[in-house]
Every structure is written in structure tokens, then in C-alpha cells.
């Protein structure tokens, strides 16, 4: 079987580990600062893998006022492009679970970062409404790198401290997402006023920055990472009939539970929000209160940042709460978490103030965030044989949330304002978050029922 079952050459000697470990050699504790080889090196070079990938992604919202200008592109121009963004991480993120499973979290990361960087970089030679679109597509391929983030937590922690591990790694790495907000404005100005580039120019060389960061971070990933506690997956190349028909077995066991596709749905309606707005509220607070470009991306950059401890804190909590009430705890609290950012979002589109708008926002970052990192508290428990698939379908469905959320509501051809909108987002995201109640495990229960003793020798051997 390949994925959990795949083992390191043979030759290889027993590891002895600097941290606690279970009999899988999973690591059972957390240790945040710890450079430990190979558990807390995997998950620092995760989530700055991620970071670099979030940086570069949503390098280009920020600059939006100065590059609509430049290349006269129109409100639906902007919208076709933000959605072009997301819809180029569905098919990525849909491969990149079983590309885990096959090959390893560190060679697929670091091989679509090294495809994507160059793609960025290409945003020296845009000239048209067409090729700006078709740049923020393939750029959007990089988020993808998300579901070998979290396969590779999950394949180093235990499940004590895997919803703790996943939450960190995440959301330090969509802090990324933040940052870009801050960073690419002032670079942009320093190559204008410091440098004497024109303004055309100016943000064209100012992503050399987020493309050069992100091919460094995969080549320090292909240097230093190891996939497994116990060492890198071997790609079998024996029997490869017997490889092709494990490979469809686990996909097809993965893309047939139907706790992936519930996943999939409350995810596209937490983190493919968080992702709507890391691609409107920059624009939102230029156009809406007529603050500037760098007072924008300030506010914008506040929304990001707030994952340096939403997205951790979900994943602590689902960690407590999976283990004082078990899956149940773990599933009301995602609910009770969602439902209130989803109450939040419904709130921002109605604030008519700057400083009012700011303070709901903040509100809503965390919640919203907090949300993922209790969805991925849940995704290890779903399948362990099929885990790379089943984070692939509840990533993709991040993004899936995204692409529809713009069509709908944020595509520049829609009749009502930006603020209306927002809160329309926020209904999605309340009656979305009802399909948790669907979730069961026969060995553990749902929401409002207790485990089956009799389905679960079954549920098992399956997973």
C-alpha cells in the first residue's frame, strides 16, 4: 500500500528521536522553538515553505490600485482575475493530496514552488487585461502547496498534538498573506522614489522579491526536510501493476467518504473566505473610506497577521476539546467557531465607519481563522489510509469556496456594492457550517450521538 505503508530503505538505522514519540514515531509533544531533527525541522520548514507560497500569491491585491491604472483593466477585469486565482488551485490542490501519498509532502511541495516562482516573476512582460488573468491563475497554483503542509504535520504528530501542529503550520504560514498587504506597497515605493523607476516598472520588478523568497524555501525544503520520523518515501518502482491498482485504491477510498466532502464544504466557507478577503479588503478600504494605498494595505496586513495565533489557537482548542469530549467536542467546537465568524462577516458589511469597520474585521479574522485550524483538528481522523486525498478534497474545497464567493458576490459585475456583498458571505457561511452536524464516526459519534460499537470493527479497516 503506499502513502502510510510506504517505508524507508532498509538499510537505514533506527532513529533516536529528541522528543517524545508514540510507536509510529510520531512526535506526542509540541515544541514550538525546537529545531529537532526530524519533527520540528519538518514543521519549520512547512509552514516558511507556505509562508513564501502565501507571500507570492497574494503579492499582487495590494498593488491592485497602481496596476488596474497601468494596464486599464476594468472592475470586471479585477474580479475575473481574483477568481482566475482561486480556480488555478482546485485541480492543484485535488493533485497535490494524491502527489502526497505517491511521492512525499517534501518533493511535491518543493517541485510546484520551483514550477510557480518563475510564473510570478513573469509579471515583468504583463501587458493586457488577458495575460494579467492568465498570471494570477497559474499563480494560484502555489496555494496547492497548503495540502503538503498539513500531510506533512500529520505525518509527523501524533493525534494528541496534530491538531496543534497543523493549526501553527497554517497559520503562521497565511500570516504570509498578511504581510504581503505591508510589504509590497513600500517596496514598490522604494523602487519609485529611491530608485527612479517609473511606476510601471516599479511593480513589475517589485515581485522579484516574493518569487526569489519562494524558490529559496523550496530548495531548503528539498535540502533539509524528511518526510516521514523515520525517513523519505521510496517511490516503488516494483510491481507496478500492483502500485497502480494501491493508487486507485486509495484515491477511490478517499474520494467515497463522505466526511471529505462535508470538509470540503465548511472549508470552502472558512478559509476560502479568509481568501476572498485577503483579495478584496485591501481595494474595500481604498474605495469604500478613500484611505490610501499604504493606510489600505496597513488595515489589509491586519487581517493576515491575525493567523499568528486565530489559526493556532483553533487547533489547540480542537486538541482540548478532543480530549476531554472526544470527536464530539471536536465537532461543536468547529460549529460554535464558524457560525460566530460567519455572524461577524454579516456584521462588517453593514459598519459604516472606518474605525468600526477595522474592529469587526479584526473580530472576524480571528474567528475565521480559528475555524481552519479546527477543520484540520478533524481531517487526520477521517482516513489514514487515504489522508493525503481527503486533505486534498477539504483544500480544494478551500478554494473552491473561494472561486464561488467571487463569482457571486465580488466579480465587478454585480449591481450591489462591495459591503452588501460581505455580508451575503456572511449568510453562506452560516448555513454551510450546518452540514457538521452530518459528520459521524462509528468509533467515535457525531455532534449528538455516541459511537457504534457494532460498525466499528468495519470503519477501520476502510479508513
Known sequence: MLGFDLHPAPTMEPQKFTIAVDSDHKATEFRLFS???????????????????FFATFSIPPLLPIIREDLNLSPSDVGTAGT???????????????????????????????????????????????SFILLRFFVGFSLANFVANQFWMSSMFSGCTVGLANGVAAGWANVGSGLTQLVMPIIFSLLNNNFGLTRSASWRVAFVVPSAFQAVMALMVLAYGQDL??????????????????????????????RGWVLGLTYGYCFGVELTMDNIIAEYFYDRFGVNMETAGVIAA?????????RPTGGV???????????????????????VAGLLCLWLGQVNTLWGSVMVMCAFSFFVQAASGLTFGV??????RSMG????????????????TQLLLFSGSNK???????????VMMLVSTLSVTTIYFPQWGGMFCGPNSSDHQSYQLLA
Open 317 to 339: 482548542v480542537s486538541d482540548k476539546l478532543g480530549k476531554r469530549f472526544g470527536m464530539k467536542g471536536r465537532l461543536w467546537g468547529l460549529w460554535v467557531v464558524q457560525t
Open 389 to 404: 486525498v481527503i486533505s486534498g478534497m477539504t483544500g480544494s474545497g478551500g478554494t473552491v469556496g473561494a472561486v464561488v
Open 84 to 130: 482566475a486565482a482561486f480556480a488555478g488551485s482546485i485541480i492543484s490542490r485535488l493533485v497535490m493530496g494524491p502527489a502526497c501519498d505517491l511521492f512525499g509532502p517534501r518533493l511535491a511541495s518543493a517541485t510546484l514552488s520551483l514550477l510557480t516562482a518563475p510564473v510570478l516573476l513573469s509579471a515583468a512582460f504583463v501587458s493586457s487585461p488577458f
Open 416 to 426: 450591489f456594492p462591495t459591503q452588501t456583498g460581505i455580508s451575503l458571505m456572511g
Open 35 to 53: 529545531l529537532s531533527s526530524p519533527h520540528m525541522r519538518a514543521f519549520h520548514l512547512a509552514w516558511l515553505s507556505l509562508f513564501s507560497c
Open 379 to 384: 481531517v487526520p481522523f477521517v482516513s489514514k
Open 229 to 258: 520520523p523515520d525517513g523519505n518515501y521510496k517511490r516503488i518502482q516494483k510491481h507496478e501493476k500492483d502500485s497502480e491498482d494501491n493508487a486507485i485504491g486509495v484515491f477511490l477510498n478517499g474520494i467515497t467518504n463522505y
Open 302 to 310: 491586519s487581517f493576515g497577521f491575525a493567523n499568528w495565533v486565530s
